[in-house]
Nanobody, 125 residues
Framework: QVQLVESGGGLVQAGGSLTLSCAAS????????MGWFRQAPGKEREFVAAMRWSGGTTYYADSVKGRFTISGDNAKNTVYLQMNSLKPEDTAVYYC??????????????????WGQGTQVTVSS
């Protein structure tokens, strides 16, 4: 079984920064891609960013382009999300996701087989 553990969430003022981390562990795990999603109260879970290990290609939601940066260490199966210029509307539970092979679009929930428990990010105005 594969486990994903997120860390780094917290409370920050608008305009501030946070860095989230996600480490994958468990059985031998060769990751095709890892990503981040978020879910605000009363809203559906939405795509934030993803990284395909082969070539290091990254993908971002329009709402976070230019403010968030996804990076990672394939050898450690660890992915990071650097979040700058945070806004109150970024408040949500942030979830890490991973997949060992292509399952579908990396901006879709169906593109991932494994999910973390989530970490709360709260941005105050």
């Amino acid at each position: 079984q594969v486990q994903l553990v997120e860390s780094g969430g917290g409370l920050v003022q608008a305009g501030g920064s946070l860095t989230l981390s996600c480490a994958a562990s468990g059985r031998t795990f060769i990751s095709y891609a890892m990503g981040w999603f978020r879910q605000a109260p009363g809203k559906e879970r939405e795509f934030v960013a993803a990284m395909r290990w082969s070539g290091g290609t990254t993908y971002y939601a329009d709402s976070v382009k230019g403010r968030f940066t996804i990076s990672g260490d394939n050898a450690k199966n660890t992915v990071y999300l650097q979040m700058n210029s945070l806004k109150p509307e970024d408040t949500a539970v942030y979830y890490c996701a991973a997949t060992a092979y292509y399952r579908g679009s990396l901006s879709s929930l169906n593109g991932y087989a494994y999910w973390g428990q989530g970490t709360q990010v709260t941005v105050s105005s």
